[in-house]
C-alpha cells in the first residue's frame, strides 16, 4: 500500500519456549498494512495472536522472522526504536501499571518530559490532550481516585501526548465496565476524527468494531479476515466457528433469517437493525 | 482499613510554608538539626523552639497533628532521658539513693537530649507535612544533582522513590482484596501469638509479591513505550524556582544557625 503507516512482511513470532519443549508460534506469517488515518479494529479470540501482533507494531516484541515497518523504519533497528515509539503510540489493558506518577497532569507530562519537549510546549500539549480526552477538569487530581475508565484516559491522554501518528490500543478495553469501555471508544473515535491519527484497536468485544474503517480477524496466529465491518460481520457462521460473538444485532438478523424472514444481515447499529425488522414486518 | 494509611502525611494548602521551593525547606531542615547539635544552652534551645513555633504557625498545620507524629517515638525518648538521667558520671548531685544518683550534669542531658529529639522530629515532620512527595522527590534530585559527576543514579534514585510513592495506594488496595480473598476461604489473622499471627500473613505476602514483580514488569514496558530512556535530555512540566522569599527564608535561616552556633562561645 502507498500510505501505510505500519506495515508487516511475512511477521510470524514465536515466544521463547522451555527447554527440550518446541516453541509454538504465535503469529505464523502476517502481511498488513495499516493505512495513515484509518480505523482498525483487530478481533480475536484468546490467543488467536492479536496481542502478540499489537505488541510487534512498535517494537516491544521484535518478529522472529520477516519485518514490521513503522513509517519506513524497520522495527528491528534499534537506533531507530526512540523514533518508531514515538510515532506508534500504545495503550495497554491495566490501566493501574501505565500510570507513573501521582497526579495527572504530571503523567500526562511524562512522555514530553522524556523527549526533552521545552515546558511551556510540555504544558500545552498536557492541555490539549486532556481535552481531546475530556479530562480537563481532572489535571491536579490523584489517578488512584479515579474510575477505571478514568484512569485509561488519562493513559490515553498520556500516549496522545507524545503527538504520535499511530496509537494502538492493546485490549484497552477489557478490564472495563460498558460505561468506562463506551468513553474510552469516544475518546480514540473523537482522535481518530479531529487530529487524523491512525487507531488500532485490538479487543474481543464484536460491538467496539462497529464504526471501524476496517477490521481485522486474527485465528491461528493468521488474518483470517480483512474488510469493512459490514463485510465481516454478515459471515455469522464462520465467526462463530472461530469462537467470536457476533454483536446482538446480527445475531437477531441471522435468527430471524433463518426463520425465513426476508431481512438484511448488515444492519449493525440498534437503529437499522429495528428498520429492517419493521420492513420486513410490513411486507 | 489500610486505606488510612498516607505516607509522608501531606496536608495541603497554600500558606508561605507550602509555597516555598522543596530546596529551600530541606535546606532548611539541615540548617535547624546542625543548630540542634550545636545547641549547648536552654537559651539556645528556647529559640530553636520558638523558631519551629513560628514555622508552625505560619504552616497553619495543627500542633496536634505534630505532636502525633511524637507517638512512635515515644519508647526512645524515654530511654534516652532515664539513661541520661541516671548515668551521667560526674558533676554535683542532687540525689542519691544506694547506687541510684541524679546529678545535675545529668539532669541537664536529659532535658536537653529529649528536647533535642522531639524537636528534630517535629522540624522534619513539619517539612512533610507541608510538601508533596512528588515536589519533595523532585526537590530532592535537583539538590543533588551535583553529585551525578560522581556517577551517583540520582535521576534513577528519583524515580524509584517518586513511582515507589505512585504505587503505595495501589498496593494497598491489592492487600485489602487479597486479605478480603484469603478471609472467604477460612484465614484467620486475627487470632494466635505473634508466630501464628505472622504465619498467617504469609498467604497475603506472597501473592502480593507476585502481583508486584508482574505489575513491575508492565510499567516497565508501558514507561518504554512512552520513550523513558533515564534522566538525560528529560524537560520537566513543573521546574523548581528559587523566589524572593525562598532567598529570604534561607538567610534567616543561616543567620539562625550561625548565631545558635555564636552562643556556645558564651556558656559552659
Not at chain 1, 500510570?99 to 492541555?127: H, K, M
Not at chain 1, 444481515?265 to 411486507?283: H, R
Not at chain 2, 508501558?222 to 533515564?230: I, L, P, S, T, V
Not at chain 2, 523548581?240 to 527564608?249: N, P, Q, S, V
Amino acid at each position: 500500500m502507498e500510505d501505510a503507516i505500519i506495515e508487516t512482511k511475512d511477521l510470524t513470532f514465536s515466544y521463547p519456549a522451555d527447554e527440550g519443549e518446541e516453541p509454538v508460534p504465535a503469529l505464523r506469517g502476517v502481511d498488513l498494512a495499516i493505512e495513515r488515518g484509518s480505523f482498525v479494529v483487530v478481533l480475536g479470540h484468546n490467543g488467536s495472536g492479536k496481542s502478540t501482533l499489537a505488541k510487534t507494531f512498535n517494537g516491544v516484541l521484535l518478529p522472529t522472522g520477516g519485518h514490521v515497518y513503522v513509517d519506513g523504519m524497520d522495527t528491528a533497528d534499534e537506533d531507530k526504536l526512540l523514533a518508531i515509539r514515538r510515532t506508534v503510540g500504545m495503550v495497554f489493558q491495566n490501566p493501574d501499571n501505565q500510570i507513573v506518577a501521582n497526579v495527572v497532569e504530571e503523567d500526562v507530562a511524562f512522555a514530553p518530559e522524556n523527549l526533552g519537549v521545552p515546558t511551556e510546549e510540555i504544558r500545552r500539549r498536557v492541555d490539549e490532550a486532556l481535552r481531546l480526552v475530556d479530562m480537563s477538569a481532572f489535571v491536579r487530581h490523584a489517578p488512584h481516585l479515579l474510575s477505571g475508565g478514568q484512569k485509561q484516559r488519562i493513559a490515553i491522554a498520556g500516549v496522545i501526548a507524545m503527538e504520535p501518528a499511530c496509537i494502538v490500543l492493546d485490549e484497552a478495553t477489557a478490564m472495563l465496565d460498558p460505561v468506562g469501555r463506551r468513553e474510552v471508544l469516544t475518546a480514540v473515535h473523537r482522535l481518530n476524527r479531529e487530529r487524523g491519527t491512525t487507531v488500532v484497536l485490538i479487543t474481543h468485544h464484536m460491538n467496539e468494531a462497529e464504526d471501524a474503517d476496517r477490521v481485522i480477524v486474527m485465528d491461528d496466529g493468521r488474518v483470517a479476515m480483512d474488510g469493512t465491518p459490514r463485510e465481516i460481520f454478515t459471515r455469522v457462521e464462520e465467526l462463530r466457528a472461530m469462537g467470536l460473538t457476533v454483536p446482538d444485532t446480527v445475531d437477531l438478523l441471522d435468527r430471524l433469517r433463518r426463520d425465513g424472514w426476508d431481512v438484511p444481515l448488515d444492519a449493525l447499529t440498534a437503529e437499522a437493525c429495528a428498520d429492517a425488522v419493521f420492513a420486513a414486518a410490513n411486507k | 482499613m489500610l486505606k488510612d494509611i498516607t505516607l509522608g502525611q501531606y496536608f495541603p494548602g497554600d500558606t508561605l510554608a507550602h509555597k516555598l521551593d522543596p530546596r529551600t525547606k530541606i535546606l532548611l531542615v539541615v540548617f535547624y538539626i546542625v543548630a540542634l547539635f550545636c545547641a549547648k544552652s536552654l537559651l539556645a534551645y528556647g529559640i530553636l523552639a520558638l523558631v519551629l513555633a513560628v514555622c508552625v504557625r505560619i504552616s497553619k498545620v495543627g500542633l496536634k497533628s505534630l505532636v502525633r507524629g511524637l507517638k512512635p517515638v515515644v519508647f526512645i525518648l524515654i530511654f534516652t532521658g532515664v539513661l541520661n538521667l541516671f548515668f551521667t558520671p560526674g558533676g554535683h548531685t542532687l540525689v542519691q539513693w544506694g547506687v541510684v544518683r541524679i546529678s545535675a550534669e545529668g539532669l541537664r542531658n536529659a532535658v536537653f537530649m529529649v528536647l533535642r529529639i522531639m524537636l528534630l522530629i517535629m522540624g522534619t515532620f513539619l517539612m512533610t507535612y507541608t510538601t508533596s512527595p512528588i515536589s519533595l522527590t523532585d526537590g530532592l534530585e535537583r539538590l543533588l544533582n551535583g553529585l551525578k559527576k560522581l556517577h551517583v543514579p540520582v535521576h534513577e534514585l528519583a524515580m524509584i522513590m517518586s513511582i515507589a510513592l505512585r504505587f503505595i495506594p495501589t498496593l494497598i488496595e491489592e492487600t485489602d482484596k487479597i486479605m478480603s480473598a484469603q478471609k472467604a476461604r477460612g484465614a484467620d489473622f486475627e487470632s494466635g501469638n505473634v508466630i501464628q499471627k505472622a504465619r498467617a500473613l504469609i498467604p497475603i505476602l506472597v501473592p502480593l509479591f507476585v502481583s508486584a514483580i508482574r505489575r513491575a514488569e508492565e510499567l516497565a514496558v508501558a514507561m518504554e513505550c512512552r520513550c523513558y530512556h533515564g534522566g538525560e535530555g528529560r524537560t520537566k512540566l513543573h521546574v523548581l524556582k528559587y523566589e524572593g522569599r525562598d532567598l529570604i527564608a534561607l538567610t534567616l535561616g543561616v543567620l539562625i544557625t550561625a548565631g545558635i552556633i555564636a552562643l556556645r562561645q558564651f556558656t559552659v
